[in-house]
T-cell receptor, first 112, second 114 residues
Framework: NAGVMQNPRHLVRRRGQEARLRCSPM?????VYWYRQLPEEGLKFMVY????????ESGMPKERFSAEFPKEGPSILRIQQVVRGDSAAYFC??????????FGPGTRLTVL | GQQLNQSPQSMFIQEGEDVSMNCTSS?????WLWYKQDPGEGPVLLIA?????ELTSNGRLTAQFGITRKDSFLNISASIPSDVGIYFC??????????????FGQGTTLQVKP
């Protein structure tokens, strides 16, 4: 029973490049969430998606960030024209309902 | 916005000791979750609480949903070295009951001396 999978685990980008983070939810889970964690801090909600729909993106920066969860395939968090301040750990979580969210191992993004 | 305040920020204890940490807020929450995060990994769900006053155990871990719905605590009994990590509380506020938008505390770092 595989858990939430994320790849890559580590991603290095230069300023101005694009970063694509992928998340495969647990089998049977249709709710996907993305969170960001800065060093020494708790996780901050970014976006909540169900298949082909963005339900709540209130935590996502208005520019350069986008997320999708297509009918087939993983959820993608896309950051365009990355800046140094985007360096963080990005976690994906999935759930059957709105309460118990199970997290993946995260993608550590470093922007040079 | 809503915030969760976790305390203590860090703890350094002897193996075998009991540990207590808590999470408070000025706002009410409908659900409290406790997670543990190891270095370089994602948070792992330890305990979920859904009703005010609820007391739930998971092995050596016990957590309670405060009666006022504004706080929760986590106890670890007879600590062992593998309890080392960062413990996060997370709450689901009433307005987010149908979106799952969790609010996280800042974390409590636990270190256990063998």
């Amino acid at each position: 029973n595989a858990g939430v999978m994320q790849n890559p685990r580590h991603l290095v980008r230069r300023r101005g490049q694009e970063a694509r983070l992928r998340c495969s939810p647990m089998k049977g889970h249709s709710h996907v969430y993305w969170y960001r964690q800065l060093p020494e801090e708790g996780l901050k909600f970014m976006v909540y998606l169900q298949k082909e729909n963005i339900i709540d993106e209130s935590g996502m920066p208005k520019e350069r960030f986008s997320a999708e969860f297509p009918k087939e395939g993983p959820s993608i968090l896309r950051i365009q024209q990355v800046v140094r301040g985007d360096s963080a750990a990005y976690f994906c979580a999935s759930s059957l309902s709105y309460n118990e969210q199970f997290f993946g191992p995260g993608t550590r993004l470093t922007v040079l | 916005g809503q915030q969760l305040n976790q305390s203590p920020q860090s703890m350094f204890i002897q193996e075998g000791e009991d540990v207590s940490m808590n999470c408070t807020s000025s706002s009410i929450f409908n659900t409290w979750l406790w997670y543990k995060q190891d270095p370089g990994e994602g948070p792992v769900l330890l305990i979920a609480l859904y009703k005010a006053g609820e007391l739930t155990s998971n092995g050596r871990l016990t957590a309670q949903f405060g009666i006022t719905r504004k706080d929760s605590f986590l106890n670890i009994s007879a600590s062992i070295p593998s309890d080392v990590g960062i413990y996060f509380c997370a709450g689901l506020p009433p307005g987010s009951s149908n979106t799952g938008k969790l609010i996280f505390g800042q974390g409590t770092t636990l270190q256990v001396k063998p």
